[in-house]
């Protein structure tokens, strides 16, 4: 395994956690792109310290109509006053799905996922709680599937375990490869779709040939044993496995900043 460091920075302590690992991980996954749709939760934490860190002009968009946010603190939510007031403009709702998003204006989505499949395939809606209990009802599509059929590119982050990685979606939210490599020409998705799923544990992203998920990278002292155990689906690896790097000290000051400010606020 090889394991690259960013150029000109200063390593971190060895007091990071598995969060912050992949945290940082999914904002270096934005370094260069020029426009992000940002989905609220981890996508927004990972977006955020990216244009304060990899991608200082990376342009944040949001939802409710925000171009160009930069926000001083994670955002609460889409309707975060904060966005509004830090954008460079805010227009309608429609506009922004209809010339923005369907226009092809955007780089890249970046979306969590309550329920992933192996062809990367989304839930975030209704989830089966076992025998003689109520479904379990989550936040619902909101602009997923749009930002997963418009957008240039799609990444995804969010946390490893077999409650996340299922053999089986309980609902169907969001396309990201259907059943495999042709359904989204098929359906005339313009967008490349799903290109790597961050999770605390490493970094999947898809086969080429297949569009199925595969283990890319490890975390430092994360096994493949761990990351299988911890999918529900016979996962599969790449011939050739990076080490991810550590987070530096810069990225990790940034990180606990942006999230300190928020409980600054909160409180």
């Known amino acids: 395994m090889t394991e690259t460091t960013p150029a000109g920075t200063t390593p971190a302590p060895a007091d990071f956690t598995?969060?912050?690992?992949?945290?940082?991980?999914a904002a270096r996954a934005l370094a260069g792109a020029k426009t992000?749709?940002?989905g609220i939760g981890l996508p927004?934490?990972?977006?955020?310290?990216?244009?304060?860190t990899v991608n200082p002009g990376l342009?944040?968009?949001?939802?409710?109509?925000?171009?160009?946010?930069?926000?001083?603190?994670?955002?609460?939510?889409?309707?975060?006053?904060?966005?509004?007031?830090?954008a460079d403009a805010v227009v309608p709702v429609p506009e922004m799905f209809n010339y923005w998003l369907q226009g092809g204006r955007v780089d890249v989505g970046f979306l969590g996922a309550a329920q992933v499949d192996r062809f990367a395939n989304i839930n975030t809606t209704i989830v089966d709680r076992g025998p003689d209990k109520p479904e379990g009802r989550l936040p619902?599509?909101?602009?997923?599937?749009e930002i997963a059929s418009n957008c240039g590119k799609v990444l995804m982050v969010l946390r490893h375990s077999t409650r996340n990685f299922v053999e089986k979606l309980d609902f169907v939210t969001t396309l990201g490869y259907g059943s495999g490599p042709d359904d989204r020409k098929r359906l005339g998705m313009p967008g490349a779709g799903p290109v790597a799923v961050i999770t605390d544990l490493g970094i999947m992203r898809p086969d080429p040939a297949t569009a199925e998920l595969v283990l890319t990278d490890l975390h430092p002292g994360v096994t493949v044993e761990q990351v299988r155990a911890a999918t529900s689906w016979e996962l599969k690896t790449a011939d050739s496995i990076t080490t991810t790097a550590p987070p530096t000290a810069e990225e990790?000051?940034?990180?606990?900043?942006?999230?300190?400010?928020?409980?600054?606020?909160?409180?």
């Open 140 to 145: 619902g599509a909101g602009g997923a599937p």
């Open 44 to 52: 927004s934490t990972a977006a955020n310290l990216a244009r304060n």
């Open 18 to 25: 598995r969060d912050e690992l992949m945290e940082v991980n």
């Open 252 to 267: 990790l000051a940034a990180l606990r900043a942006l999230k300190a400010a928020g409980k600054k606020d909160a409180s």
């Open 59 to 86: 342009v944040l968009i949001y939802e409710s109509g925000t171009i160009g946010s930069k926000p001083t603190r994670l955002p609460l939510s889409i309707g975060d006053g904060e966005l509004a007031e830090t």
């Open 36 to 38: 992000c749709f940002v």
